[in-house]
């Protein structure tokens, strides 16, 4: 206890000195782990007493889960995401999935570095995001309603 | 000696020996030690609660409050900013600088916290300056020692003799309080003559430490104010708690009550931060010592110093002082200046003798002895194992090298006030 606190200080410290504004919260860090199939699902939360509740899934692969305001909204939204999981996995097509979505994080690591490491022509921009509208469009053409395999909660973006 | 008075001494030399070895938290071997005591009847309840101190431990909780709410205002870190930036950056005055600031505030607050509040600024500050901060922080350690052997709630021993002794807050800073400022001035000066080769760094890195913004680290400037108001006014009331006829738990409780009312501070977030650990081992420590008081152990041991010392006060007194410097270097100094307290209030009791210089010398040894070794204070401790874990090691050997020679000489200087303003 006695470390974390000078650690917490001294981030603190350097944060603030950047002129952050820093606010800690006492809380507890909980990981939840699932092993589905010989899969590692795990997720990453924090309790406090502020009533804000930040959950990220780190595994399979890591995605920001959302900030929920009832520690309940939490264990639903966990509860709905391993039953996704359960789904894929049982279809036989999860290693091809975890491959492309890497592809996916992937190309997002790569772009952020292309904009933030180099001088880009702004042809580029558009070029880009073309070829990614076709992914987005092939995406959305897939996802039919006769299609659709889970109705427990309604997808977020398509 | 009777076996009641034989199974108490077995039980307080294991709990002791627990303590001391480490082998067991301290903590858990105090509190088997007193519980143990209950269970074998030699008291009851009744005894039990009879023998805590409330005062101790009333100003120990209250104070561990207030400081638990004054650290989230960015005080220190601010004040250590200022200081760094007044001497313009040059680690050689920043060092004298951190230990008078660091025994300064630990004439207050309880040494540990201070350390713990000094460490990452001193690590951020000597980063800066691309040099090691064990230097610093040995200064800052040291010195924290030091200022809270000046006052009634700067060292637990002193809430300890002041409570058990009758003794106030004045009574403490008026007698200890000369003899601290002339230890302190003689210590930072010391580190930094030992240190001197290490203090040295390029002009170009003191910029650094100009382009820090001590306003930044003022986390919650309302906190501040109403922090450094209630504490100024604890401060007050420690100085007027004996003309007033309060005990100095009344002064730092309730000021730990009104700071968690204006400070609309979150009390489960407060609270947890309250060393329980501590206020256990104190309670645990209170039934066991004195248990030994209540079954005779304690006056038959006073018999024993009075006829070694042939009630001969000076030669009592320097005993004390060196006794406990020396054992407070490798003991803890709590259980021994618990045990201690009965054993004088014995001497006064058996000798009829003016006991007052033995208080002073049973402080300055306990807690200046505290310097000695890594293991003889709490700050030490935990100071070590925090800078381990951010990669600078202090070990046993690194800390008496420095430690020892300086512990005594504190107790060479004390020995002299001593002799020549308390027992002419």
Redesign the interface.
Known sequence: MKQINVKETMHEMLLRQMGANVVCFLGKQCFVKFNINGYEVSYAYNINAKEKYFLQRVKPYPMIAGVFEDLRDVVNMIQIDVEQFKNVIESGKFEKFLELNKKILDTARNLEDLFLYYIVDEEVFDEISKEIEKVREKIHECAAPEKRVYFKKDPETL | MNLVQIISILVFLVTFIFIVTEKINRTIAAMLGAMLLLIVRIIDQGNATEFIDYTTIGVLVGMMIVVAIIKRT?LF?YLAIKVAKMVKGDPSKIIILFGIMTAVLSAFLDN?TTV??M???T??ISKLLKISPIPFIMAEVLSSNIGGTATLIGDPPNIMIGSEAGLGFLDFLLNLGPVILVILFVTVFLIRFIYRKELHVEKDLKKYIME??EK??I?DKELLVKSLTVLFFIILGFFLHEHLGYESSTVALSGAAVLLLISKE?I??IL?EIEWPTIFFFISLFIIVGTLEKVGVIKMLAKLVIDFTKGNLVLTTIIILWASALLSAFLDNIPFVATMIPLIKGLKALAGVNIEPLWWALSLGACLGGNGTLVGASANV?TA??ME??GYKITFKDFIKVGFPIMIISILISSIYLIIFKLK
């Open positions: 960015g870190q540990v713990l509040l460490i990452p600024v690590l951020v820090l913004e930044n680290a986390v979150d489960d977030e947890v935990v194992g925090v874990k951010e």
